[in-house]
């Protein structure tokens, strides 16, 4: 008989001895019941009262009527609306903020559209005052042991049209138009 026929006949005796003991195990064991108790998780919620908010422009305390406003470098717009805000969990710290698509091109494949997007996304910041906030942007909630339920809480989303130094800088924004229609105010767990 050759080498190799030998060690193969060797290699399968071999194998066929470790899977025949591969099914064996103790016939003893046991378990035994903990009681491990309950547990409840927390929540984490922002919610619209229902409540109109209200935008202005340039620091003015008179409401204007966003879709008939046409910005220009330099504007100010502010949109403050109370949002009520929900956090439970012992452990539980949020970070209160301004959406990501919050402003975005009317018309994705118009430039002008596409650039006062550009502008006023880089310059939109939330801020936000109430008895459960904390900080100075990002703005952060802490529930703690007692939690915070249906706190109110101002939220003010600030969108700045930067007006540049250099002259025509903006002229890329011209006539162009964003939606505000997904702005958004986010909570989330850190």
Do not use: C, H
């Not at 929900?86 to 970070?95: C, F, M, P, W």
């Not at 402003?103 to 430039?111: D, K, L, R, Y």
């Not at 596409?114 to 006023?120: F, K, S």
């Not at 003010?156 to 924004?173: D, H, L, Q, R, V």
């Amino acid at each position: 008989m050759n080498k190799l026929i030998k060690g193969a006949i060797a290699g399968a005796a071999g194998v066929a001895l470790l899977l025949g003991g591969a099914g064996t195990f103790a016939l003893w064991n046991s378990s035994a019941s903990v009681a491990g108790g309950t547990i409840v998780a927390g929540n984490l919620l922002v919610a619209d009262p229902g409540t109109a908010g209200v935008w202005t422009v340039n620091g003015g305390a008179t409401a204007i009527t966003l879709s008939s406003y046409r910005v220009v470098p330099g504007d100010v717009l502010k949109y403050t609306k109370t949002v009520n805000v929900t956090a439970s969990g012992d452990n539980l710290v949020a970070t209160l903020g301004l959406g990501t698509a919050s402003i975005t091109p009317t018309a994705a494949g118009n430039a002008a559209d596409v650039a006062l997007a550009a502008y006023l996304n880089a310059n939109a910041v939330l801020a936000a005052s109430g008895s459960s906030i904390t900080g100075t942007g990002p703005y952060t909630v802490t529930a703690g042991t007692a939690g915070i339920v249906a706190q109110p809480v101002v939220v003010t989303a600030t969108i700045t049209f930067p007006k540049s130094a250099t002259a025509g800088i903006e002229n890329a924004a011209k006539t162009g138009s964003v939606s505000l229609a997904n702005l958004t105010v986010t909570l989330n767990q850190n």
